[in-house]
């Protein structure tokens, strides 16, 4: 029952007035930045970071970590209503609620995932304070060889199981990672392909092809024919009984909410992984043990509670690693663990057995953020959605503004407003014929981590790196995840074979 | 400007011509109202950028700057260093550098390094730190005397070739006869301290507040600091000098690796800068960092002061490039690049 | 879309050899660093080669969603294209803030909308470009137009 009472306590803490004003205005700000495409989620954190010195440490990290709460929350909302991914771990909730939008089923999609979003990062902390007594050992399980075998296993997923053939999907995957090759490289020191070119001597950025790949297709597919997102639907107007629906969705799919939710927490957890890896396990898991695979990326459903889930429930897991160790679990970690210094806090082993109401408390923080942001998007869902219905001769030039603008805005270099047309014709192709471009991001982001995670296993621990507990398991887990449709057909014949 | 700072200015040029030489006023006037650009490695919460944001709005309030913050890590730490030597050269891009790096590519002819640090302009530094070298709980050796003896490799972890703990680590290695086998790839030093603690290295070299923080509650056990005299935040941690029989060569490279770590986290601004300017903000920043609330505030926040004017900065430039022959060169081109890995 | 398919998997495999090459050759290298391109580059011209004998061969693969192409025609995706880019040298030669509200005031008015339309909607663009980008996030976009400002 000290699990109880410590969640009490924690929830007791942070009833405070000041703490609650701070949520107040920070949630709309993570939400805004997660929710316009172009302006991301960590430049949200990153102008807040100022704002902290000279407050007191759960004011400071309320405000941080609210906002940072809620990004994905926004994130999902242009992803299926743009089918442009907020921030890339988003770009698995375009596969299914994107075209729900474009079937005139946005505020159900929109219900669902905003629903799925705050359930899920609720779910996240529970986890969080449950194994928040017993997280050294944890974390520790985790090194180069698990990191290597998790990032293989979230762009495989993908590959196989996300939007187009399994063919298409793997070239993606390695046409991302190939692409992420370019540029400076941690582990020898050398920047690779660089051509003379100041731009590329840290390679391609993440914001320009993010938006490249995603957004310009569809903003050529809106201002081609000028036709709304939604133009495949009958009706014009969203209703906030649509939006209602898609919640209802979320509670008569519990299996499937507690799966993915459960994805998102044990894969959060791992340091640099996990952030970027668990919505696609999430979505991978849910095709292949779904009762309707067939619908997936057409308007399932259950494709975008899963990613959505999982993505909220993953922040509190890369919480995990950030108080006990002081080892960011995601890059938004990162930037808060720098809160928790200004604030003259030290996240590490001690400091929990110091300061574990504290570490309770902004577990508390994330999980009222995330209720809190669901319930308002939910109630605004009704009118974001009518964006669907917008003639796409008025949408379009305005998100290119708005496109043009976050990329400027992110590293402040003009190149990269020029390379987003550039990743745009890539997309556009892509699109076109059927290569996942979910894949592709997953494989960019994650390569960091797959070639200097296979360098250092291999340098320490030699070619038997993944003889470990941990690795073999997931090894496992990544097998089973891509047979398990073919392992299912084989029983079922047997079985009616044998009758 | 705005009008109303057009007019103050002037009024100041005029008294300034009135009182008689008096430059640092038009220094102070031309500052007054203009936005300068300050940049930085670091990404936003990390030390670099926690160290800029703290002194920013004092450098606001003492000049009557906007401050346009940039954070960019790219090329190694390297790209700012590259856009502050090129840039204009008005004393209104200001950069917060990570010494090391800086130093070793120019140092190494990493590709993409476009700047020559003797023809910076150095301000001040706002903290240097000595190294500690530490071994894990679970490296095979108990110290380092018996890694020395037995001589089998021990690995080492870092975050890159020339970042400035796998630097150190080379040099002190090659200095003191450690065969040691770095391991690089981690993306920052909480993931080589994580590697360290999970048994995937044997060992690591990060600065002495880091090391600090790191080795609370035993986990990490404090072999060496690598300088000439022991570390504040390790009084009972011996020096490389002292825990070794030090040879003349040896001695070189351990000073030559003091020299490095003696650049630190420094401020500069592009070559070519007037005179005037540069005098004033070196006064500026000498204000603000010797301060000793603002150093009281930044030691709260674990990110130390350790102060050093634009001379000493210079100084230790020229001794990294004063130091190396074409012989030197290539050995410490080998020594770093090539020898452990 | 037959032809598509070929000329994608043709040029997916030109560009992997092109920088292979380029790493391997003019560039020459060592192996630790090019271990990893060799391997994923290798990867890809094994598949790209295996989907271009595919496409050549008119294979349909299991999977491939059916939907209709975005754009019915070259003329029209160059059209839309070009519509796009458009906004690229109105930044440029006119700063972010002009650029852009131009950019838009013409869009709109060569699609159809009315003058009010067009130029509410471009002036709150403008208002938020300022406002948002400029002033809140400090962010240092061009402002003036090529040769003018100081």
Do not use: C
Not at chain 1, 248 to 277: D, M, N, Y
Not at chain 3, 9 to 32: H, K, R, S, T
Not at chain 3, 104 to 119: C, D, I, R
């Amino acid at each position: 029952m000290e699990y109880f009472s410590l969640l009490s306590e924690g929830f007791l803490r942070v009833m405070r007035p000041d703490l609650l004003l701070i949520m107040l205005a920070a949630i709309p700000f993570g939400l805004i930045f997660g929710l316009v495409p172009g302006l991301s989620g960590l430049t949200a954190l990153a102008i807040l970071l100022p704002f902290i010195y000279g407050m007191q440490p759960l004011q400071g990290l309320a405000l941080l970590l609210s906002a940072h709460a809620v990004i994905y929350t926004g994130g999902s909302v242009s992803a299926i209503i743009l089918g442009i991914p907020g921030s890339p771990p988003n770009a698995a909730t375009v596969l299914d609620g994107f075209p729900m939008a474009r079937q005139g089923r946005g505020g159900e999609a929109m219900g669902a995932a905003l629903a799925a979003s705050g359930l899920g990062g609720i779910f996240g902390v529970l986890v969080l304070v449950a194994i928040l007594p017993i997280l050294e050992p944890i974390v520790l399980l985790f090194g180069s060889p698990e990191t290597f075998f998790l990032a293989l296993m979230g762009v495989a997923f993908i590959a196989v199981v996300g939007e187009g053939p399994m063919q298409k999907g793997l070239i993606s995957g390695a046409l991302g990672i190939f692409l992420a090759l370019f540029g400076y490289q941690s582990v020898t020191g050398v920047p690779r392909f660089w051509f003379g070119s100041d731009y590329l001597l840290d390679g391609f950025r993440i914001i320009p092809l993010a938006l490249g790949l995603f957004a310009i297709p569809e903003l050529i597919a809106l201002s081609s024919k000028g036709r709304a997102v939604a133009h495949d639907s009958d009706e014009s107007k969203i209703t906030f009984a649509q939006v209602k629906e898609g919640v209802w969705q979320v509670f008569r799919h519990p299996a499937l909410f507690f799966k993915s939710s459960a994805i998102g927490a044990v894969v959060g957890v791992v340091p640099g992984v996990g952030g970027e890896t668990s919505p696609f396990v999430a979505y991978a898991a849910a095709k292949q043990t779904s009762k309707h695979p067939e619908l997936f990326g057409k308007g399932s459903i259950e494709g975008v509670i899963a990613p959505e889930s999982s993505n909220n429930a993953k922040e509190g897991g890369a919480l995990v690693p950030t108080l006990a160790f002081g080892i960011p679990g995601s890059t938004g970690m990162a930037l808060l663990l720098g809160g928790f210094l200004i604030l003259g806090l030290e996240p590490g082993p001690e400091f929990l057995k110091e300061h574990m109401d504290l570490g309770v408390g902004l577990a508390m923080v994330v999980a009222i953020s995330n209720l809190f942001a669901a319930a308002v998007m939910i109630l605004l869902a009704r009118h974001i959605a009518q964006i669907t219905h917008l003639e796409g001769h008025i949408l379009a030039p305005l998100l290119l503004a708005v496109v043009v603008l976050g990329t400027f805005a992110s590293k402040q270099n003009p190149m990269d407003v020029v390379y987003v047309f550039v990743f745009g014709g890539l997309g556009y192709i892509l699109k076109e014929l059927s290569y996942s471009r979910a894949a592709l991001i997953l494989g960019f982001v994650l390569t960091n981590a797959i070639e200097s995670s296979l360098h250092i296993s291999l340098r320490s621990y030699g070619w038997l790196f993944w003889m470990r507990p941990v690795s073999l398991i997931i090894i496992a887990l990544l097998a089973l995840g891509i047979l398990w449709p073919t392992v299912k057909r084989r029983m079922r014949a047997r079985k009616a074979s044998a009758s | 400007m705005t009008k109303r700072s057009s007019i103050f200015a002037f009024a100041l040029a005029a008294a300034a011509l009135a009182a008689g030489p008096a430059a640092a006023e038009d220094a102070a006037a031309f500052f007054k109202g203009k936005t300068l650009t300050f940049m930085t490695p670091g990404s936003p919460g990390g030390g670099y950028d926690t160290y800029m944001r703290s002194i920013i709005p004092y450098l606001e309030k003492k000049t009557g700057v906007t401050v346009v913050p940039v954070n960019d890590g790219g090329g190694g730490h390297r790209l700012v260093v590259n856009k502050t030597y090129a840039a204009k050269p008005d004393g209104l891009t200001l950069l917060l550098t990570d010494g090391e790096a800086t130093l070793a590519g120019q140092l190494l002819d990493v590709p993409g390094t476009r700047y020559d640090l003797q023809k910076m302009n150095w301000i001040v530094r706002a903290n240097g730190e000595k190294r500690i070298f530490l071994f894990t709980k679970k490296s095979p050796y108990k110290s380092i005397q018996e890694a020395k003896t037995v001589g089998k490799p021990f690995k080492v972890g870092a975050v890159g070739k020339t970042s400035a703990e796998g630097m150190a680590a080379a040099l002190a290695a090659h200095a003191l006869g450690l065969n040691i086998k770095m391991v690089i790839g981690y993306k920052g030093s909480r993931e080589f301290v994580r590697a360290a603690l999970q048994g995937e290295v044997d060992a690591i070299s990060p600065s002495e507040s880091s090391a600090k923080r790191f080795s609370k509650g035993g986990r990490l056990l404090p072999q060496l600091t690598l300088a000439r005299e022991r570390s504040e935040l390790f009084p009972n941690v011996p020096t490389a000098f002292e825990a070794f029989k030090v040879s003349k060569e040896s001695a070189f490279w351990l000073d030559f690796n003091s020299a490095f770590s003696e650049v630190g986290r420094a401020i500069a601004t592009s070559p070519n800068v007037p005179a005037d300017r540069l005098a004033f903000l070196r006064k500026v920043f000498t204000e603000i960092l010797t301060d000793k609330a603002f150093q009281a505030e930044m030691a709260k926040k674990r990110r130390p002061i350790s102060y050093a004017d634009h001379k000493t900065l210079e100084k230790a430039v020229s001794t990294v490039f004063g130091a190396l022959n074409a012989e030197r060169k290539k050995q410490v081109q080998h020594i770093i690049l090539e020898k452990f890995y | 879309m037959k032809a598509f398919e070929i000329a994608s998997a043709a040029v997916l495999l030109l560009f992997v050899a092109f920088i292979i090459g380029a790493g391997a050759f003019f560039y020459g290298y060592p192996m630790n660093v090019m271990r990893f391109p060799y391997f994923v580059g290798g990867f890809l011209l094994l598949m790209g080669a295996w989907r271009l004998r595919g496409a050549i061969r008119g294979e349909r693969l299991e999977g491939e969603t059916e939907e209709e192409p975005t754009t019915d025609s070259i003329g029209e995706f160059a059209r839309t294209a070009l519509w796009l880019l458009l906004i690229l040298p109105a930044v440029w030669l006119l700063g972010y803030p002009a650029g852009i509200t131009a950019y838009l005031l013409v869009y709109f008015l060569a699609h159809g909308q009315t003058w009010l339309t067009s130029v509410l909607l471009s002036a709150a663009a403008l208002a938020v470009t300022y406002f948002v980008f400029i002033v809140f996030l400090r962010v240092n976009l061009p402002v003036w137009p090529i040769g003018l400002g100081p």
